[in-house]
């Protein structure tokens, strides 16, 4: 029988020194949309129809000497692609669940560990999310959690912390935020902007500009900054002062797309504003931790998505504008494709619908689009 793989030997394959080579066997249009990418990855989109009317052997790029892993939706067409392999001598194995599966895969990997506090960078790989978990002592701040809860109350437990906190630092629409769950479970405090909770369901701590919370005997301060733009009550949260959490609305090379609630005049012209004084008063040395990352080439040399804020400065040609019409214009006609299902995921993270597990799964399939692209 054909071996089958998870996501996490997947991941172990992807970081190894040989790499891996992955046989995507979606349609074209499906594969170019969202594929799994890496530094060593070696990608290759036959689908089955082919695989079947010529034969695996008639395509070279398929190697002999490396091992193949067939990836499809949910795995069973990969299994089938993985059978035919693995008859002619290849060898073959499948990932099990397909993308499917790899869209649930969360990796933490460590920011900064000291002393005093500690921030890991939870990657959701397919998705291009980033969540937050923010140590000191025995207490946790969770930023931006996704939906699959039970990931951060076991990472929780593996560091032997107690969630105290959760923030959000804004209302997501490319993807189920677990945040307000996360805290119910927990027993923590739930914070979001005010402005964000306009026809929600569920009970909150207002974060407003300028606020701070204190984290463990250390007192280590996460100061909240309002930083429209991306949406009306959008917040970043500076750690210490030297790590800034920017939500969606700065990127390592762009900005927060300002077309997802509305209003994408008004929310430009907030961008703008934002770029011009909060953003602009960041000192160069403090690294930009964002919520999503559009490539996976920004994972650092570290392992995470996040760079000094000189950096940013120089990737983001934005940044630099000092014309608000024509920052505007860029900001309002380069925002690329809308997140499928968008308004859907806003109703429910809201409150205001409560799917199944299985249609959240389904709503989130897909690459993340949150950025201006410049």
């Known amino acids: 029988m054909v071996k089958r793989i998870t996501v996490e030997e997947l991941k172990k394959r992807m970081d190894s020194k040989q790499g891996v080579v992955i046989l995507d066997v979606r349609p074209s249009n499906a594969y170019q949309e969202w594929r799994i990418q890496g530094d060593k990855v070696r990608s290759l989109n036959i689908q089955n129809s082919k695989l079947k009317e010529f034969g695996v052997e008639s395509f070279s790029d398929i190697p002999k000497q490396q091992e193949v892993v067939t990836v499809c939706a949910r795995g069973i067409s990969a299994q089938e692609a993985a059978e035919w392999l693995e008859e002619k001598g290849y060898q073959a194995s499948y990932l099990d669940g397909g993308m499917s599966a790899w869209s649930e895969f969360y990796e933490p990997v460590t920011v900064i560990k000291n002393e005093k506090y500690a921030i890991y ?3 959701r790989l397919a998705k291009g999310c980033l969540s937050y978990v923010i140590t000191s002592g025995q207490q946790a701040i969770i930023v931006d959690a996704g939906r699959n809860v039970e990931r951060y109350e076991d990472f929780a437990k593996q560091l032997g912390v107690k969630i105290t906190d959760v923030i959000d630092t804004h209302l997501h629409a490319d993807h189920i935020s677990g945040g307000n769950e996360l805290a119910k479970r927990t027993g923590a405090k739930y914070w979001i902007s005010p402005e964000e909770t306009v026809g929600a369901t569920f009970n909150f701590v207002p974060l407003k500009d300028g606020q701070t919370l204190t984290l463990g005997e250390a007192k280590i301060k996460v100061f909240g900054l309002h930083t429209p733009g991306h949406t009306i009550g959008s917040m970043s949260l500076l750690v210490d002062d030297k790590y800034l959490l920017s939500g969606d609305t700065l990127f390592i090379s762009g900005l927060g797309r300002s077309d997802l609630k509305g209003h994408v005049q008004e929310m430009a012209h ?3 504003e934002t770029v011009t004084t909060k953003i602009a ?5 403090v690294i930009v931790l964002p919520g999503h990352y559009s490539d996976f080439q920004e994972i650092n ?7 000094s804020m000189s950096t940013v400065r120089k990737n983001n040609p934005m940044l630099h504008m000092t014309n608000e019409t024509e920052f505007v214009k860029i900001a309002v006609g380069n925002v690329g494709v809308t997140p499928p299902n968008h308004e859907t995921i806003i109703a429910i993270n809201r409150g205001q619908l409560h799917p199944s597990k299985e249609e959240q799964a389904e709503l989130e399939v897909g690459p993340n689009r949150c950025a201006v692209k410049h």
Do not use: C, L
């Open 301 to 307: 040399t570290a392992g995470y998505v996040g760079e």
């Open 270 to 272: 907030k961008m703008f």
């Open 121 to 123: 960078q939870i990657m």
């Open 281 to 285: 008063a960041i000192p160069d040395d």
